[in-house]
Nanobody, 116 residues
């Protein structure tokens, strides 16, 4: 059974930083590209950063240069370092496989709130 557990969110002022972690159990992590998604109130969930099984990252334009995704394959953990946070980054952040046909059940997510 796939389980994804996100942590590290919180309340931070604009310009601040947070580091999110996601521990994956089951088969979802190994060999798969992983992604960080976010869902703001009233909006659809969107993919903001992805990392291949080999460690190559890709970013949505609004987070390029501010967010860094990484993974530790031995720990089955994916990270998201978020710097220069903006109020528009406020959302619940989730991790899951980057490819839709590899995704598992969504975890509870972690709330990120950026105050202006």
């Amino acid at each position: 059974q796939v389980q994804l557990v996100e942590s590290g969110g919180g309340l931070v002022q604009a310009g601040g930083s947070l580091r999110l972690s996601c521990v994956a159990s089951g088969s979802i992590f190994s060999g798969n590209a992983m992604g960080w998604y976010r869902q703001a109130p009233g909006k659809e969930r969107e993919l903001v950063a992805a990392i291949s099984s080999g460690g190559s990252p890709n970013y949505e334009n609004s987070v390029k240069g501010r967010f860094t995704i990484s993974r530790d394959n031995a720990k089955k953990t994916v990270y998201l370092q978020m710097n220069s946070l903006r109020p528009e980054d406020t959302a619940v952040y989730y991790c899951n496989a980057a490819l839709i046909n590899r995704r598992g059940q969504w975890g509870q997510g972690t709330q990120v709130t950026v105050s202006s």
